[in-house]
């Protein structure tokens, strides 16, 4: 049988990451599955082939992370280490996370193995080539433990306003932010999962734009943003025609009025953008809804207009396939949340979570018990705080204060770790500090904080991800240097001990 398209990658492993050049002599590798990718005008040739782009392993969780495509769509895959199969703790289309293996993979060469769920003749095989067990533990440490790293990605100016991360297909982040001093939107593109290495590349330069950024990955790989035009006063949207981001097309999406404050980009299970936003020439909430991979056709709805409403929006999918969009309504200084009727988000009901001088800064998740959690600032009382749903409609929420000593909880940022429960990084304005709480279950009941960056004035504009490692990354803004830095956590809540 010819395997002319297995990815046959060497991955490196430092904290258990992948080295190839010197890895000793590989074991005999076990028999590849029967089957193979169908091709063009096979019996099953509408389903897309499935690739493993990454692997890598963690020392620490002992997880093994695999980024790629296709991987069987609404059917849970299966995963091979050699002959073992594993379980899965997180996946989705285009990322795998495994449960803890039972040990350390021996020093040399292993066969992952991913079967795709909803077609069992594709799949793909990737090598992966294990350092030898001294030099994963000394990149871990004698203690066992390992640390939280952060780095700066641009300091040329006063860079690092309005930070968006998102994972790449390849497992390496990608952090969008606004050049202050230029007034450009920029893009930082790590070359590697630590950011170790990386590059910045202009998105937009034409004016005064980057504002109110967002990020997401679409399901062909190619990532698309949202940003505002502080010139133009419109909404406008970035999309790269490669997974580099080496050429990128950008266009004003809608330029009624001042509009484009406060966005938030996802995709709907169609692989279409959709946006929400604050018109604040009407002081509504907007959905856009592209009707293409490019925006070029757009379906725009206001969701809410009662009142100055709309601003620091969030929007996920529902577990229905729906946009929810959380807001604040800076009329009655409520929480509000807008739960759409279709996947267009042409209608949607409208329900208050919380009240009296809360709901800046939301961010929202979809956890896999479809309840979605919103995660907001308290401005009357300074704290961080979460709601999260009773039902999937929202009508209305269990409220937890997840952390108040003194003035916290404003630009905060929500991901789901691999265990499914929020992770959450904001700023302490007491402390002019990064904090980050890992939730100890889907509506943090109870939280580990921690604050990882207390090095001057930091934390401003945070985001977050779950890095290929299933642990978090948080790109954010350091105001006494004026810097973007990004924060590798190393484990779930990024403390200097095991969690």
Not at 41 to 47: G, Q, R, T, W
Not at 72 to 85: A, F, I, N, Y
Not at 113 to 136: E, H, I, M, P, Y
């Amino acid at each position: 049988m010819r395997w002319s398209i297995l990815t046959i990658l060497a991955v490196w492993l430092s904290l258990g990451t992948l080295a190839a050049a010197d890895a000793p002599a590989s074991p005999p590798a076990p028999p590849l599955p029967t089957g193979g990718r169908t091709g063009a005008d096979d019996l099953h040739s509408e389903a897309p082939q499935l690739v493993i782009a990454a692997v890598s392993f963690d020392p620490v969780s002992r997880r093994l992370t695999i980024a790629g495509e296709s991987f069987g769509g609404h059917r849970l895959p299966s995963v091979k280490l050699d002959r073992e199969d594993l379980a899965l703790t997180s996946f989705n289309d285009n990322l795998l996370v495994t449960a803890p293996l039972s040990s350390v993979p021996t020093p040399g060469q292993h066969l992952v193995t991913v079967v795709a769920g909803n077609d069992r003749t594709r799949f793909d095989v990737f090598k992966l080539v294990v350092a030898t067990s001294t030099a994963a533990n000394a990149a871990v440490g004698s203690t066992g433990i390992r640390p939280n790293r952060i780095l700066v990605l641009d300091r040329v100016g006063d860079v690092g306003w309005d930070t968006a991360i998102a994972m790449g297909v390849d497992g390496k982040p990608l952090v969008l932010y606004l050049d202050y001093t230029n007034r450009d939107l920029k893009l930082a593109r790590c070359k590697d999962g630590d950011c170790v290495a990386f590059e910045h590349l202009s998105v937009d330069t034409k004016g005064d734009v980057g504002w109110a950024t967002s990020i997401e990955v679409a399901p062909n790989g190619l990532p698309t943003m949202s940003y505002f035009d502080s010139t133009e006063r419109d909404l406008k949207v970035a999309r790269c025609l490669d997974p580099d981001c080496r050429s990128v097309e950008s266009r004003a999406v809608d330029k009624e009025g001042q509009v484009g404050q406060h966005t938030s980009l996802t995709f709907g299970r169609d692989g279409l953008p959709v946006i929400s936003y604050h018109d604040k020439s009407n002081g509504d909430l907007k959905v856009a809804h592209c009707e293409d991979p490019s925006c070029v056709q757009v379906t725009i709805s206001v969701l809410d207009r009662a009142g100055n409403v709309g601003l620091h929006s969030a929007i996920a999918i529902g577990s229905d396939g729906n946009p929810v969009v959380s807001y604040f309504d800076d009329s009655r200084r409520d929480l509000k949340v807008a739960v759409c009727d279709n996947a267009s988000c042409t209608s949607a009901r409208i329900n208050v979570l919380d009240t009296g001088g809360v709901g800046l800064g939301t961010d929202i998740a979809v956890p896999d018990d479809g309840l979605p959690v919103i995660v907001y600032w308290d401005f009357l009382n300074d704290d961080l705080k979460l709601a999260r749903c009773s039902d999937p409609s929202c009508y209305d929420a269990a409220i937890s204060t997840i952390d108040s000593e003194g003035s916290v909880g404003s630009n905060a940022a929500l991901a789901l770790g691999v265990d499914g429960n929020p992770v959450i990084s904001y700023h302490d304005h007491t402390n002019n500090n990064l904090k980050v709480a890992h939730c100890g279950d889907r509506g943090c009941t109870r939280a580990r904080v921690n604050a990882p960056d207390s090095g001057g004035s930091v934390g401003w504009h945070t985001d977050i991800a779950i890095g290929a490692n299933g642990l978090p990354i948080v790109s954010y803004y350091d105001e006494t240097n004026g810097d973007l830095k990004v924060l590798h956590c190393g484990n779930p809540s990024c403390s200097a001990t095991v969690d």
